[in-house]
């Protein structure tokens, strides 16, 4: 008797295996697909990261309308969000925090590949336009308008490939450093570490700027070797002390090490280039040099005011003046024991006194702030022909390895 034999057709064993095919298919796209687990939870990573930066910059915020309310009415004009749009880039650095050139109530926050956008109100609270937020290497949190309303698809965002960032600190402030460019036909290489922030690095032109350097389309007035005004009124001076298009060959013929800035260098938009410091960056500059101690109580700087009405500047807060006397601080001890980064000379050269730092003063609309040669910062009328310029220049302090 023939006995039947039992097994799975071939037949069987196609459709279970097309099925385990689409079983196999459906869990790696619920996994891995457009909206799967992994990439929900890289945009649950990218959100928690973006709403960090936002909440550090919102609590500097809330500081800061705080300050502006116990100010008096003499010391602030505007509302509490014209207050922090003046002083917020201090809290961070302008590598970190930039305002918009044409709406400083718009600023751009770049921290830890964060990338953000707010807009500051009237109150002085910022609201996020979070369908502009980005990650590097991660996604653009994308929906439909601004603020904090978000959801929608993502789009990824490729991840950049830097060098590694220099290790800088303030112990490397005025050290020199190996940076040459030219300047209206003038080469320039006397280059010194001068404020960190963030993945950035200021640099400043070690001596006063020789008036053969400045390029004529800028415009400045110039008197002996050195000195630059401006007859026409002290906005003039510092718009044209402070627009990086005036000093792009700064950047644009710039080389480190003997190696030409590459192109992406230069057009990093926190990549800049101005005629000289502002008084905030020179402030920022030393507060980081020279924290308070025991041996020098009162090393530090304070400033008050903004671009607006001017600056007053003060080693005690609130500053009420717009005179600071330097010397017996630990970076100006005497007249012969003093840190060069910030004061160049001891003695004028060539009837230069010190140099601009591009900001107003807030006792005169017509005074400008400059930094003396005796050990001290005060202010002085922009058509002066006694102080010069000292560029500085932007760059990622990935560059400087």
Same mark, same amino acid.
């Given at each position: ?27 790696? #796209? *619920? ?12 945009? #649950? ?18 500081? &800061? ?33 930039? =305002? ?35 990650? #590097? ?16 698809? !993502?789009?990824?965002?490729?991840? +950049? ?19 040459? /460019? ?32 400045? +390029? !004529? ?26 627009? /990086?298009?005036?000093?792009?060959? &700064? ?22 280039? *101005? ?15 020279? +924290? ?5 109580? /009162? ?8 671009? !607006? ?31 060069? &980064?910030?004061? =160049? ?15 107003? #003063?807030?006792?005169? /609309? ?24 000292? =560029? ?10």
């Amino acid at each position: 008797m023939i006995r039947k034999q039992k097994g799975i057709t071939l037949i069987a064993l196609v459709i279970t295996i097309i099925v385990l095919l689409i079983l196999a298919g459906v869990t790696i #796209a *619920m996994v891995v697909g457009d909206n799967g687990i992994l990439t929900r939870s890289r945009e #649950a990573k990218d959100t928690t990261n973006i709403k960090k930066i936002q909440e550090e910059v919102d609590l500097e915020a809330a500081d &800061l309308v705080a300050e502006y309310h116990t100010k008096d009415n003499g010391e602030v004009t505007g509302s509490a969000g014209d207050y922090v749009a003046a002083n917020i880039v201090s809290k961070f650095g302008i590598g970190i925090v930039t =305002p918009d050139e044409s709406n400083e109530r718009i600023i751009t926050v770049e921290k830890d590949g964060v990338t953000t956008v707010g807009t500051i109100q009237d109150d002085g609270s910022i609201l996020w336009n979070d369908a502009s937020s980005t990650v #590097a290497g991660g996604s653009s949190e994308s929906g439909s308008g601004s603020g904090e309303q978000g959801g929608g698809t !993502t789009t990824p965002t490729p991840s +950049p490939s830097p060098s590694p960032a220099a290790t800088i600190t303030t112990d490397n402030y005025g050290d020199s450093v190996n940076y040459s /460019t030219t300047l209206n036909g003038q080469t320039l290489t006397n280059w010194k570490i001068f404020h960190k922030e963030g993945n950035y690095v200021w640099l400043i032109y070690g001596d006063y700027l020789p008036n053969a350097a400045v +390029p !004529t389309s800028i415009g400045l007035g110039t008197s002996g070797t050195y000195a630059v005004k401006s007859s026409t009124s002290r906005a003039d001076l510092i718009t044209k002390l402070t627009t /990086t298009s005036n000093w792009s060959d &700064l950047i644009n013929n710039g080389s480190i090490n003997g190696t030409v800035l590459s192109n992406d260098v230069k057009s990093d938009p926190n990549v800049k280039a *101005m005629g000289s410091p502002t008084l905030e960056l020179y402030k920022n500059s030393w507060n980081a040099k020279y +924290p308070d101690t025991i041996d020098y109580p /009162t090393n530090q700087i304070y400033t008050a005011g903004n671009d !607006t009405n001017g600056y007053y500047v003060s080693r005690t807060d609130p500053a009420t003046s717009t005179y600071v006397q330097m010397s017996g601080s630990e970076g100006y001890k005497s007249s012969s024991d003093y840190n060069t &980064l910030y004061y =160049p000379y001891s003695s004028q050269v060539s009837s230069t006194n010190g140099y601009w730092l591009a900001s107003p #003063a807030a006792d005169s /609309t017509y005074n400008v702030m400059f930094v003396y040669f005796g050990g001290f910062v005060s202010d002085n009328s922009c058509s002066s022909a006694s102080f010069a310029c000292r =560029p500085v220049v932007c760059l990622p302090s990935s560059v400087l390895n």
